[in-house]
T-cell receptor, first 115, second 115 residues
Framework: DGGITQSPKYLFRKEGQNVTLSCEQN?????MYWYRQDPGQGLRLIYY???????QKGDIAEGYSVSREKKESFPLTVTSAQKNPTAFYLC??????????????FGSGTRLTVV | GENVEQHPSTLSVQEGDSAVIKCTYS??????FPWYKQELGKGPQLIID?????GEKKDQRIAVTLNKTAKHFSLHITETQPEDSAVYFC??????????????FGKGTKLSVKP
């Protein structure tokens, strides 16, 4: 089955540590996205990538970094510079260009907690 | 840039009643409007979408209406069931002439269906 996989489901980080969240898709989608979700805040865009080896900052990129070395993979690193990283993180992918369906496919999320 | 407002933030209905969630958008160039359902601890799932050349679209108990003049669109759920309880997000994106812009999400509506 085609889909998008996020791992781990739960992640605990000590203050001052960097952690990396994994996102893999086998939908052959060109674009991938990372969102942060906090209660009452909706979905806030962290980073997105329209093509391999290229990515753009979203609305809340500070304290985060990404890479896009392969079409299938878009890992997110939460650095120690992110002062309030506890949140639910969602990865998504979508087709681009003249695709008829622009809907995003989301992963099941990673819940990150600072301990 | 595009801004999407969603109301209400919470909605409680009795099983069997209808539920309506409304969204407004700011940029008249927006032409794609999906709706997502997010169950607790999971990623959002696309449930229905509509394009600006269509005024209404139905899929069993759910329907979406679009008023381009007023720049608002609505999700209608009829004969609600307890399994409809979830957070619903609306979104909009702009056609830049051959490439689709990123989805801009509303802040979500928590729907509770009481048995």
């Amino acid at each position: 089955d085609g889909g998008i996989t996020q791992s781990p489901k739960y992640l605990f980080r000590k203050e001052g540590q960097n952690v990396t969240l994994s996102c893999e898709q086998n939908l052959n989608h060109d674009a991938m996205y990372w969102y942060r979700q906090d209660p009452g805040q909706g979905l806030r865009l962290i980073y997105y990538s329209q093509i391999v080896n290229d990515f753009q900052k979203g609305d809340i990129a500070e304290g985060y970094s990404v890479s896009r070395e392969k079409k299938e993979s878009f890992p997110l690193t939460v650095t120690s510079a992110q002062k309030n990283p506890t949140a639910f993180y969602l990865c998504a992918s979508s087709p681009t260009g003249t695709a008829l369906n622009y809907g995003y496919t989301f992963g099941s999320g990673t819940r990150l907690t600072v301990v | 840039g595009e801004n999407v407002e969603q109301h209400p933030s919470t909605l409680s209905v009795q099983e069997g009643d209808s539920a309506v969630i409304k969204c407004t958008y700011s940029d008249s160039a927006s032409n794609y409007f999906p709706w997502y359902k997010q169950e607790l601890g999971k990623g959002p799932q696309l449930i229905i979408d509509i394009r600006s050349n269509v005024g209404e679209k139905k899929d069993q108990r759910i329907a979406v209406t679009l008023n381009k003049t007023a720049k608002h669109f609505s999700l209608h759920i009829t004969e609600t069931q307890p399994e409809d309880s979830a957070v619903y997000f609306c979104a909009a994106s702009i056609d830049y002439g051959g490439s689709q812009g990123n989805l801009i999400f509303g802040k979500g509506t928590k729907l509770s269906v009481k048995p």
